[in-house]
């Protein structure tokens, strides 16, 4: 071999032993996220699919993240905190309420009559996530915890009183959803969402507590007759807390650039837009359920809401107990949760 022959082959091994950590950086990462809702309907329509496109967009090539819809990987909805948390798919968006007393800790927004509405519940969570969820999140990767704009019951009889309640069995998301539909007189039933439609056509539940924009896509519009909202803007009867988590393994193993891809669209960086999509879905979600001419709307009356506002106070003092089993100081997490929405609601 020629001296010349010698320093080419030198040089070539010199630029490829600089040259492959920058191939290896540029390959792209494959992240697969789950979760129970069909991709038509309102959360991925809205957030999820948009949120994986802006993600995609800002990593400039180097993250794709393949949405798997309906629990397509298999499983149920109430196993998707493990399914993350194992490692089994990278990131989920799933209610905690669905395996209840999980994370005890969110629960103080999803009491009666606690929540105002998506932006506010949104953004105070994040600052209530700071002092009290460090525990509950910690198997996971947090990427945000949100809430919907809000419930109310869709049921196949009329509700136009807290009487009218008595004797319906009706589907509830969280425990705290189950004990106040039990303290006005109703069975709560805990029920995953996709339950629904099979639950309301045999008959298993008469109704659900459900907001406006996931109707449609549980085809609530057409197996029950009845919608039913409480007089008075707010606050509202009740929410439900969604947590948006990664694996962790999954995160740490990310290169340092594409971390900051992931934490720039995590948390508070999103709270707000997420906040404010829930409280605008709210109305096309509504336009379709109005296009059923079957469907009718109630408002119940301010005398009846401070009958159910009064009903209710017996779901606070057996949350208290629940959470004091597990350490924590019920009455203060409430407070605080009270006035972060009335910081961010002002």
Excluded at 118 to 141: I, R
Aim: net charge positive.
């Amino acid at each position: 071999m020629s001296a010349f022959t010698k320093t080419l082959l030198a040089s070539a091994v010199a630029l490829s032993a600089f040259a492959l950590p920058g191939a290896a950086s540029a390959q792209t990462v494959t992240l697969k996220l789950t979760t129970f809702v069909p991709p038509v309907s309102n959360p991925p329509k809205t957030f999820l699919i948009p949120w994986i496109k802006k993600v995609e967009a800002a990593s400039k090539g180097k993250l794709k993240i393949q949405g798997f819809w309906s629990m397509q990987l298999g499983g149920k909805p109430t196993q998707l905190l493990d399914q993350v948390k194992d490692g089994v798919v990278d990131i989920v968006w799933t209610l905690p309420g669905f395996t209840p007393g999980r994370m005890p800790s969110v629960e103080p927004f999803e009491l009666p009559f606690v929540h105002k509405d998506a932006l506010s519940s949104t953004l105070a969570l994040q600052d209530y996530q700071d002092k009290y969820l460090q525990k509950d999140l910690s198997p996971y990767h947090p990427l945000l915890v949100h809430v919907h704009e809000g419930f109310f019951f869709q049921t196949k009889k009329p509700v136009k009183t807290m009487a009218d309640l008595k004797g319906m069995k009706i589907r509830a998301a969280s425990r705290a959803g189950v004990w106040l539909l039990g303290a006005l007189g109703a069975t709560g039933i805990g029920m995953p969402l996709p339950r629904i439609p099979a639950a309301l056509s045999k008959g298993v539940i008469d109704g659900v507590t459900l907001p406006y924009e996931i109707a449609p896509a549980v085809k609530t519009p057409d197996l029950v007759s009845n919608f039913t909202t409480l007089a008075g803007a707010q606050p509202r009867l009740g929410t439900n807390v969604f947590t948006f988590l990664m694996n962790k393994q999954a995160y740490a193993k990310l290169p340092a650039d594409l971390k900051k891809v992931i934490d720039d669209h995590s948390g508070r960086n999103i709270a707000k837009w997420a906040g404010q999509n829930w409280r605008d879905i709210e109305k096309p979600g509504l336009a379709q359920v109005k296009k059923r001419k079957k469907n009718k709307f109630f408002v119940i009356p301010e005398a009846e809401v401070a009958k159910i506002k009064a009903a209710s106070k017996p779901v606070f003092d057996k949350w208290f107990q629940e959470v004091k089993k597990v350490g924590l100081d019920g009455p203060a997490m409430l407070a605080d949760a009270r006035k972060l929405i009335d910081k961010y609601s002002k």
